[in-house]
């Protein structure tokens, strides 16, 4: 009872899975990813055990096609499952049983796979589609969602909103360098959950987001005079103790600057 899409970035690092639905939760039950292994959603009767189970088949190096088949030709249940899946390289696979309830129905192309049931109608995952195929150089996560909010937009869920969540894994790319998970994100119980998990993207990307190395300011001279002095001024003894206070430790870089760290620093007074 659910709208989804499981797609690869294209440089091919990163893998992840956007869902909504009408039901409390959805990012509990539907999306499992690893990184440069592959990702996945199981749904309409979710069959939990495909979580495990696809991403050992697609660590063995199985193609997504291949997973699909393997996992709904085991399950006496397949009738009733919904499943999309991407691998580390080629085309997704999407699969929807006969007894899944209406509108029901999925596409897949080379890196994406999107599926959903109960929805308002095929326009729901034709416009996934094009807006997924709209942003190819997008960041993952941003891609996932404008896919996702094209879908909410169309209709999705023809029972209403409620739950929606995005789940992106990258090899190293976690909280400080130290996971795979980059981006993990649920919103469990929300009248307009996928608007709202743009916004916890927002917050994600200030949080979280890696400087990007062209805009850094050095840290020298006047600038770091100011600097030194507003840190001062907040009570705290250097830049990294005041940044850790306001949690934005991922964005600090040493001799330099982030201009967003600057903005909210010049901001806090």
């Known amino acids: ?8 970035s294209a440089d091919g690092l990163s893998l992840g899975v956007a869902v909504a639905s009408k039901f409390l939760a959805v990012g509990a039950a539907v999306p499992a990813a690893e990184a440069e292994v592959g ?26 096609a291949d997973t699909v088949a393997g996992l709904t030709a085991a399950d006496p249940g ?15 696979a999407t699969f929807t049983g006969d007894e899944c309830f209406a509108w029901a129905g999925g596409v897949a192309g080379d890196g994406y796979a999107i599926q959903g049931n109960i929805l308002t109608g095929p326009q729901v ?19 996932l969602h404008a896919a996702l909010a094209a879908g909410d937009r169309a209709g999705g869920d023809s029972r209403g909103r409620q739950s929606a969540a995005l789940l992106v894994v990258r090899r190293g790319a976690g909280y400080g360098g130290l996971s795979d998970v980059e981006v993990d994100l649920r919103v469990d119980d929300d009248p307009d959950p996928v608007t709202r998990l743009g916004g916890l993207i927002d917050l994600w990307e200030l949080y979280f987001g890696r400087p990007d ?21 907040l009570g705290f003894a250097d830049l990294a103790g005041w940044a850790g206070v306001e949690n934005l430790e991922e964005r600090l870089v040493d001799g330099a600057i982030d201009p967003l760290v600057l903005a909210r620093l010049r901001a806090a007074g």
């Open 1 to 8: 009872m659910t709208f989804s899409i499981v797609g690869r």
């Open 39 to 64: 990702a996945l959603a199981t749904q309409s009767f979710a069959n939990l055990a495909y979580r495990v189970q696809g991403l050992a088949m697609l660590r063995t190096g199985t193609v997504a």
């Open 78 to 92: 397949r009738a009733t499952r919904q499943l999309g899946v991407v691998g580390r390289d080629g085309a997704g």
């Open 125 to 143: 995952v034709r416009d996934m589609e094009a807006a997924w195929l709209a942003a190819p150089g997008a960041p993952l996560a941003r891609r």
């Open 213 to 233: 190395p062209a805009t850094l300011l050095p840290l020298t001279g006047a600038l770091a005079g100011e600097v030194t002095q507003r840190v001062t001024a």
